[in-house]
Structure formats: structure tokens, C-alpha cells
């Protein structure tokens, strides 16, 4: 199995656990903002000391941090505050798996991205199977309720957290590349502790201005926060160090894997009922993973 692959397989299966654990702390009082701030504070401090233990470790310098490095850190940065500020608003909306599967455009939208802003394209095969991974994430988005619109708010939400998501990425393994020569792990690594410190100070700045005393709930609920802060730190690490490796349309393509992962956590946590228009689209989602390994091969 290839690497990237592996890295992906794991910080999607970790991501679900967090999405399950970030939900829950809807239910213990924190807005959504603390719920989306809990997923960065505890992930800063770990990834800063990971990124400092590598450089010594290595004896390895930092190659010049310049205004395209910050550019793509402040791209991807911001682009997933606010998207995760959306998914966890979709929760209150549509049920745990299907508001997560709206997420799921990205993947069609991160490869547009990739080819604008990285001139990185895909191969027809690629195409090929990101759009049976798509058709199977739309059968799984429909809305359930008869009679309901399929492109209501939650669709909306949706759509917006999955372009914010892929540009995210986009920054992301722009700021890797930005890191050549260190190796793969390490560049996935400082890239990481950037992007999580600048993303506290921005949720501490945006929670001290919108939501005085939220911030210092999600530290008084610390035991509830910190394993979203852990489990995230870690789903991110697996993806940055995939970005570092590959394409990040192959990368984002690959993760839909993820809705497979997170449908069984909806029935098995959540006690939601899978629809068998739900696992025909998890059946053409396994397709496409196949498809997109062997494509990126």
C-alpha cells in the first residue's frame, strides 16, 4: 500500500471519531463556535512540540518561511474554521451522516482547485472515478423527508463547507511543497503546528469578540474538549503528511472513504437507520476508492 494511502485511510477513520465527539459536545452546552474551538486549542501545543522534537531530532534547519508558505497557511487555515463552523452547524439541521456527506462536494470542487492554483490535474481515470464517488455522496445527501428540497439550507451549508474544505487542502499542500527539502514527515509536521497555532489565536480572537466566556467553558469542560483536541491533531496529521506525498484532489478524493466510516458510526453511536439509497451510494463511494488508488498508482 502506498503511503499517501495509508495516511489517508487513517486520518479519515480518525476524523469520524472526532466528528462523533465533536457532535456530542453540542449537547453539553458549547455553541458551535466552542465546539469548533475545542477541535484547535488542545492540537496547537501538540503539534508545536511534535514540529520542534522533528527539527532537533534531525538536526535539520527550516528552509525560509516566506509570504507563499503564510499564504497557503492562511488559505488553508481559515478556509477550515469557517468550514468547520458550518459542518458543525449542519448537525442541528439534517441527521449526523447525511449533513457530513453534503460536506463531500469538495472532492469534485478541491480537484478544480488544484488544477487553478497548483496546476496539478488529474488523469481521466481520476475523473472517472471522483465522479462515481460524487454520484454515490449525492445519493446519500438526498433529503430523506418526502416532499423536502434536496438544495435546502443544509445542502447550502453543505456545498460552502465543501469548497472552504477543498481550498483548505489546496493550502495545505501548497505549504508543504513550500517546505522542500525537508522531508515529507517533517514538512507535514511544522506545516501542521503553523496552521493550528494561527487557527487559536484567530478562534480565541473571533470567540473573545463574538462570544465572551465561550473560550473559557471549552477549557472548564477540558475533559470533554481535550480528545476532540487529540483525535483532531491527529486525523490532521494524517493529512497533512498525505498532502505532502500527493496530489491533494487524489488526497480529498480518496478521504470519501470517510462517509463509509462515518455512516457506521451513525447507526452504531447515533442510532440512526441506514436507507437503502444510503448504501447503494456507500457501495458506489467503496467503487470509487478503488478506482482512485489504482488511478494515483
Do not use: H
Amino acid at each position: 500500500m502506498s503511503l499517501w494511502v495509508a495516511f489517508t485511510l487513517f486520518a479519515a477513520a480518525v476524523q469520524t471519531l472526532r466528528f462523533v465527539l465533536q457532535k456530542q459536545l453540542k449537547g453539553i452546552g458549547l455553541s458551535t463556535g466552542g465546539a469548533t474551538f475545542a477541535r484547535f486549542l488542545f492540537a496547537a501545543p501538540i503539534a508545536l512540540t511534535a514540529a520542534v522534537a522533528g527539527l532537533v531530532a534531525t538536526g535539520l534547519a527550516l528552509p525560509d518561511l516566506g509570504p507563499s508558505f503564510w499564504g497557503f497557511i492562511l488559505l488553508g487555515a481559515v478556509g477550515q474554521i469557517v468550514a468547520t463552523f458550518l459542518t458543525v452547524a449542519l448537525f442541528s439541521l439534517r441527521n449526523f451522516a447525511v449533513g457530513i456527506a453534503f460536506t463531500k462536494t469538495e472532492t469534485v470542487q478541491v480537484a478544480a482547485f488544484s488544477a487553478l492554483i497548483l496546476s496539478e490535474r488529474i488523469s481521466a481515470a481520476g475523473w472517472i472515478a471522483i465522479g462515481i464517488g460524487f454520484a454515490g455522496l449525492m445519493l446519500i445527501s438526498k433529503s430523506p423527508e418526502p416532499g423536502a428540497r434536496v438544495f435546502g439550507r443544509a445542502a447550502l451549508y453543505g456545498t460552502i463547507a465543501g469548497a472552504l474544505f477543498g481550498l483548505s487542502a489546496i493550502g495545505y499542500r501548497g505549504a508543504t511543497l513550500a517546505l522542500e527539502p525537508l522531508p515529507f514527515l517533517l514538512r507535514a509536521v511544522v506545516a501542521l503546528a503553523a496552521t493550528t497555532c494561527l487557527q487559536t489565536v484567530l478562534m480565541l480572537l473571533w470567540l473573545g469578540w463574538r462570544e465572551p466566556g465561550e473560550a473559557g467553558r471549552v477549557l472548564g469542560l477540558w475533559r470533554r474538549t481535550l480528545p476532540v483536541g487529540v483525535t483532531g491533531v491527529m486525523g490532521s496529521m494524517g493529512w497533512f503528511a498525505a498532502f505532502a506525498l500527493q496530489n491533494a484532489a487524489y488526497v480529498r478524493a480518496l478521504g470519501q472513504v470517510e462517509i463509509v466510516f462515518t455512516m457506521a458510526a451513525s447507526v452504531l453511536f447515533f442510532r440512526e437507520r441506514l436507507r437503502p439509497r444510503e448504501a447503494l451510494g456507500i457501495a458506489l463511494v467503496v467503487v470509487s476508492v478503488i478506482a482512485l488508488v489504482l488511478a494515483a498508482a
